[in-house]
């Protein structure tokens, strides 16, 4: 295998949904070892964006490279787009963690049974190595003393930290956040924006959707401003915060009173 400087490079993705264009040719590249944010308003397709990434939401056209894998979909005559290789699919997938804004943990599972799931039953961990491991991402993440506890006994800032240990337990070379935040209460956010930080520090790659824009100015390497399914603008966070060149990101990083 030869090596890339990227972790994900994403190239002329579209998008449509019946006849709403939700993307219209995004290329981007996430560098490996690095944390690129991708910010905008509601409805820009960020989220999208970040589900084609895994075909979750398969595109239209373009390719998607992951390390040295590359996926690519087409359209079938009926107009739905398929992914091109399914067995690639499903390699490449577990390569990236997601993480939702509504924390998609299994409900009728314990917080060890969440982390467990996919490495016994997807990747065929032995029992003992993956408890192992997973213990040591409760512990990371500040939940030695929930390992038994239901999702639904945990508050969403304690169910957020569990499912990014329940995409760390897959040993993803990328990891995927869609607005990690959004759903919790304010006084949760820092909890687990601790955690990703964290992860940051520690050399993860990372795709990060968030509206948490100081938090991302702090932590990313790189930042993309989406409007109407295109990068309107992007660069260094420093840059892009405090010395937008759009007309539109400005309007955007505009205070909300
Ligand atoms: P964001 O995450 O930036 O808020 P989304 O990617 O969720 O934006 O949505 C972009 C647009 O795509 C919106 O108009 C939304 O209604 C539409 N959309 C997203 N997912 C679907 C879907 N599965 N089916 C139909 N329309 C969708
Ligand atoms: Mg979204």
Redesign the pocket.
């Known amino acids: 295998m030869t090596a890339t400087h990227y972790a994900v490079k994403a190239e002329n993705i579209h998008k449509s949904?019946?006849s709403?264009e939700?993307l219209r040719g995004i290329s981007f590249t996430a560098e490996q070892g690095k944390v690129l944010s991708i910010i905008?308003?509601?409805?820009?397709?960020?989220?999208?964006?970040l589900r084609c990434i895994n075909h979750l939401?398969v595109p239209d056209d373009g390719v998607v490279h992951i390390g040295t894998e590359t996926l690519r979909s087409h359209k079938r005559r009926d107009g739905t787009a398929v992914s091109s290789d399914i067995r690639q699919l499903e390699r490449i997938r577990a390569r990236l963690g997601m993480v939702f804004q509504n924390f998609n943990l299994w409900s009728h599972r314990n917080v060890l049974q969440n982390l467990l799931e996919g490495p016994l039953h997807v990747q065929q961990v032995p029992k003992a190595r993956a408890t192992e491991h997973a213990l040591g991402l409760l512990a990371k993440v500040g939940l030695s003393d929930k390992k038994d506890a239901y999702p639904n006994e945990l508050s969403g800032g304690q169910q957020q930290r569990v499912a990014i240990a329940r995409a760390l337990a897959m040993n993803p070379d990328v990891l995927l956040f869609?607005e990690p935040t959004s759903a919790l209460d304010p006084e949760m956010v820092g909890e687990v924006l601790r955690v990703i930080r964290q992860l940051a520090d520690e050399g993860r790659s990372m795709i990060l959707?968030t509206h948490e824009m100081k938090f991302a100015q702090e932590v990313s390497d790189h930042t993309i401003f989406?409007h109407n399914g295109r990068i309107e603008e992007e660069g260094p966070p420093g840059k892009l915060f405090n010395q937008p060149e759009s007309e539109r990101l400005r309007q955007f990083l505009l205070p909300a009173y």
Do not use: I, P
């Open positions: 949904f019946g709403n939700v905008g308003a509601s409805g820009s397709g960020k989220s999208t964006l939401v869609d959707v989406m």
